[in-house]
T-cell receptor, first 111, second 112 residues
Framework: QKEVEQNSGPLSVPEGAIASLNCTYS??????FFWYRQYSGKSPELIMF????GDKEDGRFTAQLNKASQYVSLLIRDSQPSDSATYLC???????????FGTGTRLTIIP | EAGVAQSPRYKIIEKRQSVAFWCNPI?????LYWYQQILGQGPKLLIQ????????DSQLPKDRFSAERLKGVDSTLKIQPAKLEDSAVYLC??????????FGPGTRLTVL
């Protein structure tokens, strides 16, 4: 079982709709959860991080964490063509700064 | 504030040759990471430095990869000899205490 699993996509969403990206992790002791966006040929950039169960909102982005289900998601509201990218989920275990990444989900926003 | 700098941006070599990558982290960032990102995969941590000491190199193929961080600032990652499967983007990231990682632009390595 992979440590961090994501659907590789591609996920196609119409412009203006909500894009929903999902991630599951295997280490129940994981403590911190991150979403990175990576444009083709570019390096990852941090969008959001979440530590506690529940929702965390930042502009059009909402991260959701359910530690009991070992599940973290990212919602993008009012999707824009500029949101087209690969979204990487990353997890750190308790007491460790090491990021373990999923394989990423490729998102395409259709104008 | 200047970001993480890496060079070269692109490198093409033949298998069994040697190659070195350089990283200059953001000023004041004590922690430095090297990741390998193979096409279609997420970044995989190769080595983590705290100042000039190694914190984690459990996924570094030590028979061919080496890394150093002299004086706790710049870092170099070397591959000797390179294999075809080393073709990837090599990302350097740095992190200040209590904050998240900032990635450099990466070096794209092609091994022929």
């Amino acid at each position: 079982q992979k440590e961090v699993e994501q659907n590789s996509g591609p996920l196609s969403v119409p412009e203006g709709a909500i894009a929903s990206l999902n991630c599951t992790y295997s280490d129940r002791g994981s403590q911190s959860f991150f979403w990175y966006r990576q444009y083709s040929g570019k390096s990852p950039e941090l969008i959001m991080f979440i530590y506690s169960n529940g929702d965390k909102e930042d502009g059009r982005f909402t991260a959701q964490l359910n530690k009991a289900s070992q599940y973290v998601s990212l919602l993008i509201r009012d999707s824009q063509p500029s949101d087209s990218a690969t979204y990487l989920c990353a997890v750190t275990p308790a007491g460790n700064e090491k990021l373990t990444f999923g394989t990423g989900t490729r998102l395409t926003i259709i104008p | 504030e200047a970001g993480v700098a890496q060079s070269p941006r692109y490198k093409i070599i033949e298998k069994r040759q040697s190659v070195a990558f350089w990283c200059n982290p953001i000023s004041g960032h004590a922690t430095l990471y090297w990741y390998q990102q193979i096409l279609g995969q997420g970044p995989k941590l190769l080595i983590q430095f705290q100042n000039n000491g190694v914190v984690d190199d459990s996924q570094l193929p030590k028979d061919r990869f080496s890394a150093e961080r002299l004086k706790g600032v710049d870092s170099t990652l070397k591959i000797q000899p390179a294999k075809l499967e080393d073709s990837a983007v090599y990302l350097c990231a740095s992190r200040p205490a209590g904050d998240t990682q900032y990635f450099g632009p990466g070096t794209r390595l092609t091994v022929l």
